[in-house]
């Protein structure tokens, strides 16, 4: 999984709780909140919460929406982007990557979300 | 110089030249020489690697030309990131591998490499011509910020050669 996945955006990596769900309701949430218009899933990368914590983040069940979690406390920009660059190294190195075979794509032609 | 001769990679020793003159034109002309040489060599036995990458990157610019490009808040990339990093791959030695090339949230482009397991190495070029990168070489790390000139930063040159087993 390339490192930039695991970047925060203005502080905050968006992530979901899926421990405990079969896969065809993981992939579900992927449709419904994480597939944008005109592009496709590939793949998810699986990390746990270890993972986070053994970098100093924390996690935040926000749920929204459901399972919805927020990885903070990373470092301010001002320190450095190398500094967030090795935490984001680190939670690839440890990510499992599971892939989408076909990879998740709207369906355009009748207007219908589906896979 | 009163001979020059170019020898493709079917023709075994590749360059061989002759150069008598001595004034300061002919070195100025030898040196050019030289150069454009080298860059035909390096086009010849890199094209392949360096045209993927090129590629990619071309369409990494076309597709995250505007802001949140992903639907993701994703900044649109920058050009001059693309530029510096079109440059850094003219310059990576001819045997590393081609880069996997992503955007960063903040509009920078990334490379990352992968050697064995466990070894793993990124650059991110910014606007400013520096270069963040951060590597881990099993159980050791290294991290920092290079400014980017003619040549790749002896740093990240060490950090790559360490992740892809000494190339």
């Known amino acids: ?115 | 110089v009163s001979g020059l001769a170019y020898a493709g990679p079917s023709g075994g020793t590749g360059i061989r030249w002759q150069a008598a003159a001595v004034s300061e034109d002919a070195a100025t002309i030898r040196r050019r020489l030289g150069e454009a040489l080298r860059h035909i060599l390096r086009t010849a036995s890199t094209g392949a690697a360096y045209a993927t990458s090129d590629r990619n990157l071309t369409e990494l610019e076309e597709e995250a030309y505007i802001d949140d490009w992903d639907g993701k808040g994703t900044r649109a990339v920058d050009v001059l990131s693309i530029a510096a990093s079109r440059r850094f791959l003219t310059l990576l030695p001819t045997s590393f591998p081609p880069p996997y090339i992503a955007a960063d949230p903040d509009g920078e482009v990334s490379f990352d490499w992968e050697g064995r397991p466990g070894w793993l190495f990124s650059v991110s070029f910014a606007a400013d011509q520096s270069i963040a990168y951060a590597g881990i070489f099993g159980p050791a790390r290294v991290r920092g910020i290079e400014w980017f000139s003619d040549e790749i930063p002896a740093a990240i040159l060490e950090g790559l050669r360490r992740t892809l087993g000494g190339r």
């Open chain 1, 1 to 115: 999984v390339h490192s930039s996945a695991f970047l925060p955006r203005n502080g905050e990596l968006s992530t979901f709780q899926t421990q405990g769900l079969a896969e065809p309701d993981i992939w579900r949430i992927a449709l419904e909140h994480v597939l944008q218009p005109g592009r496709k899933v590939h793949g998810r990368a699986e990390n746990s919460p270890g993972d986070f914590y053994s970098c100093d983040l924390a996690l935040v069940a926000d749920n929204e929406p459901p399972r919805h979690v927020t990885v903070t406390g990373w470092p301010d920009e001002r320190e450095g982007k190398d500094l967030i660059k090795d935490i984001a190294l680190s939670l690839s190195m440890s990510a499992r990557l599971v892939l989408c075979e076909p990879p998740l794509e709207r369906a355009v032609a009748d207007g219908a979300g589906g896979v």
